[in-house]
């Protein structure tokens, strides 16, 4: 079993920025995959970034693709998401995702283990 818990949401102007953590625990001796989704108010969950265990492959929904960066740090356990240039369309509940999966998850079928989700607010 892991936990996955994520923090850094928060309230930002248009263009401003954010960096979202998730920090993961239990049973993380594995080789997991991570990814970051996101569900704004009347809308279905929907991915927006992911990186393989390494580290060294990369996903990004094209929605997002220049202004946010996805990372990790296998020592801590902690992946990030740096989003730049956030607009208002960004507005959603965050959440972080893992599972032991060899490449880059796009979509949530890949996923077995969900964090409970931060909220991100971009006012314009």
């Known amino acids: 079993q892991v936990e996955l818990v994520e923090s850094g949401g928060g309230l930002v102007q248009a263009g401003g920025a954010l960096r979202l953590s998730c920090a993961a625990s239990g049973r993380t001796s594995g080789s997991y995959g991570m990814g970051w989704f996101r569900q704004a108010p009347g809308k279905e969950r929907e991915f927006v970034a992911a990186?393989?265990?390494?580290?060294?492959?990369?996903a990004y929904a094209d929605s997002v693709k220049g202004r946010f960066t996805i990372s990790r740090d296998n020592a801590k356990n902690t992946v990030y998401l740096q989003m730049n240039s956030l607009k208002p369309e960004d507005t959603a509940v965050y959440y972080c995702a893992a599972d032991t999966i060899s490449g880059v998850g796009t979509s949530e079928s890949w996923y077995a283990y969900w964090g409970q989700g931060t909220q991100v607010t971009v006012s314009s």
């Open positions: 990186i393989n265990w390494s580290g060294r492959s990369t």
